[in-house]
């Protein structure tokens, strides 16, 4: 069983900064690439940030210049650090993952989600 577990969430002052991390733990045979989304109250979840297996990074346009994804493959895990925070990026942050298991010679796999952490942007 794989699982994703965010942390970092939080209340944040306008203009300030956070670090979101997310961990993923159970039988892991690689992970290709790890995005975050988000959703406000009211609105549809959408892309913050991805990264991909080859490196390649970036950030969508709600957020672009104020974020920065990273990821650490020995742990397994990904970063996502925000700046000069707005009050409407207030919302559950999610990571997001697609994960390759390997029950036995096969390898499978996984669009993987976590349970998400609030990010709260009020002065």
């Known amino acids: 069983q794989v699982q994703l577990v965010e942390s970092g969430g939080g209340l944040v002052h306008p203009g300030g900064s956070l670090k979101l991390s997310c961990a993923a733990s159970?039988?892991?045979?690689?992970?290709?690439?790890w995005n975050w989304y988000r959703q406000a109250s009211g609105k549809e979840r959408e892309l913050v940030a991805t990264i991909t297996g080859g490196g390649y990074r970036s950030c969508a346009d709600p957020v672009k210049g104020r974020c920065s994804i990273s990821r650490d493959n020995a742990m397994n895990t990904v970063s996502l650090e925000m700046y000069s925070l707005k009050p409407e990026d207030t919302a559950v942050y999610y990571c997001?993952?697609?994960?390759?298991?390997?029950?036995?010679?096969?390898?499978?796999?996984?669009?993987?989600w976590g349970k998400g952490t609030l990010v709260t942007v009020s002065s």
């Open positions: 997001n993952a697609n994960i390759a298991t390997r029950p036995g010679d096969i390898i499978h796999e996984m669009d993987v």
């Open positions: 159970g039988s892991i045979f690689a992970i290709s690439g």
